[in-house]
């Protein structure tokens, strides 16, 4: 007969792959809501707690919700269901379903969001770009990867990422000499401007990374290379979930528990749509940002 795991059982698994003392200082991870003696038979994942994905756990049948990202950073004095939140909290609390996060913590880890996405892109010999110790096993765990890829340009591997990611309305923003050759490759997956010098510092020929602003990512680029490559926030850390939801499923045959994991294909970015911009009549005598 197969055995059954609880919430908390689960949650061991998470502390296991990805401890929470490896959190940033002011992130919250963990278990969110939910008793965890609580059965777990069908267990959902997805980078955002946002409604669509809470409708689509219910829908599911799912006994436990992970997300990458947490509900709340800071504290709250209500929750009233007229709040997104506070509404958030209610159906899954009439729903029975626990809600995890593992965010900073899953970054880090060596088989993480960080790692996923190297991995994805092609990466070889990836080390953390911002080395932060080691794991139990002994591999070293950090923000951020780089390391090399087969040479080739800059356009040919931006090309290459816009080919795997997966799709988001944003698509890819590219920033640089699509014509150098290039060997060596940063990523951080989820906000990433705060690492432009330290990419630099390794000696990255690209960093490819999201939500960069204009000012940073600007003068940046007046310096060289590494050239940017600025993803959407979601699609970047999207790639995490199926292998979680590989190594969640390989602990329950392991454990003989019979389990259902469901990786959520929601794009729960702020955006919906992308407009390609058509230059007016008082544009096009200026191409090329000139005067008018």
């Known amino acids: 007969m ?8 689960v949650m061991t698994l998470m502390e296991h792959w990805y401890p929470a003392s490896t959190a940033e200082s002011w992130d919250k991870v963990g278990l969110i809501l939910g008793d965890p003696t609580r059965i777990v038979e069908r267990i959902h994942l997805a980078v955002d707690p946002v409604s669509a994905v809470v409708d689509e756990a219910v829908n599911d049948g799912a006994d436990m919700l992970i ?17 997104p939140k506070g509404s958030i909290v209610a159906r899954l609390i009439r729903a029975d379903i626990a809600l995890f996060n593992a965010h900073t913590n899953a970054d880090v880890a060596h088989d993480g969001v960080a790692y996923a996405l190297a991995d994805l892109v092609g990466l070889q010999d990836a080390e953390p770009l911002d080395h932060a110790g080691f794991d139990e096993e002994g591999r070293p765990i950090g923000l951020g990867r780089i390391g090399s890829v087969t040479p080739t340009t ?6 290459l990422v816009a080919e795997v990611l997966p799709a988001g309305p944003t698509g890819l923003l590219v920033g640089g000499d699509e014509k150098a050759r290039i060997e060596t490759v940063a990523v951080s997956g989820g906000a990433g401007d705060h690492f432009l010098d330290t990419a630099r510092a390794k000696g990255a020929d690209v960093y ?20 940017l490559l600025c993803a959407s926030h979601w699609a970047s850390e999207w790639p995490w979930l199926p292998r979680l939801a590989s190594k969640l499923r390989q602990a329950a045959e392991e454990a003989n528990v019979e389990i ?31 005067l008018s």
């Open 2 to 9: 197969a055995e059954k795991w609880t919430v908390a059982d």
């Open 208 to 227: 490819l990374t999201a939500d960069l602003r204009h000012h940073p990512a600007s003068e940046h680029l007046e310096g060289g290379a590494p050239y």
């Open 67 to 83: 997300t990458h990202h947490p509900l709340y950073l800071r504290g709250a004095s209500f929750l009233p269901e007229s709040d």
């Open 260 to 290: 259902s994991v469901e990786v959520s294909t929601i794009v729960t970015e702020p955006w919906t749509s992308h407009r390609q911009i058509i230059p007016s009549r008082t544009t096009t005598s200026a191409p090329h940002g000139g």
């Open 154 to 159: 800059f356009g040919e591997f931006a090309d």
